[in-house]
T-cell receptor, first 113, second 110 residues
């Protein structure tokens, strides 16, 4: 069955370190998204991609970057981790076309000390 | 850009009661409105959605209504059960990407 996975599921890192969170989907979806979830803020969009070599900034993109070299993967990089980036991160994907369901990965809980 | 407001932020009901969650959106061009349910420690999952050419949609105990003129849509859950306890998110589409409300925590007391 097609799925979307994230790794690691839990990560503890130190301030200033570079961290990369992986997202892999097997639906062959063109659209992929990264969100962070914090209490009281819901799901906030960090970056998104509509296809290979396409990336776009979301509402909370500062301090994060993504690259899309193939259809299946959209890794999220924190260039220099900050305590404010402690959060739960969700990756999602959807088919192109506008009315299509976004499927979420299981999430990565990141703690920056 | 699109802005989605969701209220209330928390709701507690007795098992068997109905629950209503309301959302408003700002962009009259939005034409797709999904609802996601997130159980504690789990990922958000789509439970129902509605397109702008439809005023109401039902699926067993849940229904969604859309008022395009007023730019608001609502989720109705009837005969609530303890397993309905979760956080519910509404969203509106801004071409190809979703803008989410901040979520509502529903607690169903046995």
């Amino acid at each position: 069955d097609a799925e979307i996975t994230q790794s690691p599921r839990h990560k503890i890192t130190e301030t200033g370190r570079q961290v990369t969170l992986a997202c892999h989907q097997t639906w062959n979806h063109n659209n992929m998204f990264w969100y962070r979830q914090d209490l009281g803020h819901g799901l906030r969009l960090i970056h998104y991609s509509y296809g290979v070599q396409d990336t776009n900034k979301g509402e909370v993109s500062d301090g994060y970057s993504v690259s899309r070299s193939n259809t299946e993967d959209l890794p999220l990089t924190l260039e220099s981790a900050a305590s404010s980036q402690t959060s739960v991160y969700f990756c999602a994907s959807s088919a192109s076309g506008g009315y299509n369901e976004q499927f979420f990965g299981p999430g990565t809980r990141l703690t920056v000390l | 850009g699109e802005n989605v407001e969701q209220h209330p932020s928390t709701l507690s009901v007795q098992e068997g009661d109905s629950a209503v969650i309301k959302c408003t959106y700002s962009d009259s061009a939005s034409n797709y409105f999904p609802w996601y349910k997130q159980e504690l420690g789990k990922r958000p999952q789509l439970i129902i959605d509605i397109r702008s050419n439809v005023g109401e949609k039902k699926d067993q105990r849940i229904a969604v209504t859309l008022n395009k003129t007023a730019k608001h849509f609502s989720l109705h859950i009837t005969e609530t059960q303890p397993e309905d306890s979760a956080v519910y998110f509404c969203a509106a589409i801004e071409p190809e990407k979703l803008v989410f409300g901040k979520g509502m925590k529903l607690t169903v007391n046995p």
